[in-house]
């Protein structure tokens, strides 16, 4: 029989709702996050309305998307609008997949005011890809092969016998060193906050809404 003793601390968080009413917004919700202590690291995920509220958010956002950028992720010269890009897609009757760009923030080491910093992280949404049609995305291959607990295991316990030692380790950023290798050419829409700050997509006709939103091919299999 296990005690509680065998297990490892758990990390928690004790989360507050505080409402107060404002004169121009009325009434708003913000959330109050209190950490007790810990000996593992803590973070929080912000709501978009807090992602887009906070400036350190935003450039954690923007450090995310030149660091894609600088990988060749999407390729911005690609650059079109959705509706073009569906147009020119079925006159030449060339299949495409089209999708969205999720980004989320979060904030690490929450428990430690000092060492507080947003991370923010980019994939793909395939869970609303279109195709030209409009209609959902079938996939040629889905799989996934991540390091089980299994594994993990039995290296920690390789490495504890008399005379082993063993290590693990993690590709970095592994989507960014493989090439998007499917038989249809995919592409991603790209949010407003990772535009180029000249302006030359707004020359274009591109907006922020609809069949007006950019679209750029995707390069990296990014997750």
């Not at 209190?34 to 954690?60: C, F, G, H, I, W």
């Not at 998007?180 to 809404?209: H, R, V």
């Amino acid at each position: 029989m296990m005690t509680s003793g065998s297990f490892p601390r758990l990390i928690t968080r004790v989360i507050s709702f505080h409402h107060y009413r404002t004169k121009r917004s009325g009434t708003v919700t913000f959330r109050a996050l209190t950490s007790v202590p810990s000996s593992r690291p803590q973070s929080t995920n912000l709501t978009r309305k807090e992602m887009y509220a906070s400036k350190e958010a935003m450039d954690a956002v923007r450090k995310e998307g030149e660091g894609l950028l600088k990988k060749d992720t999407w390729l911005p010269d690609t650059v079109i609008r959705k509706r073009d890009l569906i147009s020119r897609s079925l006159h030449k009757k060339i299949k495409i997949v089209m999708g969205d760009l999720l980004i989320t923030c979060s904030i690490k080491h929450w428990e430690n005011p000092a060492k507080r910093r947003a991370k923010a992280r980019m994939c793909f949404r395939g869970d609303c890809a279109k195709d030209e049609h409009g209609k959902a995305a079938v996939y040629q291959d889905l799989g996934v092969s991540p390091a089980g607990i299994f594994d993990i295991n039995a290296n920690i316990a390789y490495g504890c016998c008399p005379g082993n030692k063993t290590t693990a380790s993690d590709a970095l950023q592994a989507y960014r060193q493989s090439h998007l290798m499917s038989a249809q050419e995919t592409w991603l829409a790209i949010p407003e906050e990772l535009w180029p700050e000249d302006g030359s997509w707004q020359k274009l006709g591109i907006k922020n809404y609809g069949e007006h939103r950019p679209m750029c091919r995707l390069n990296k299999a990014l997750y």
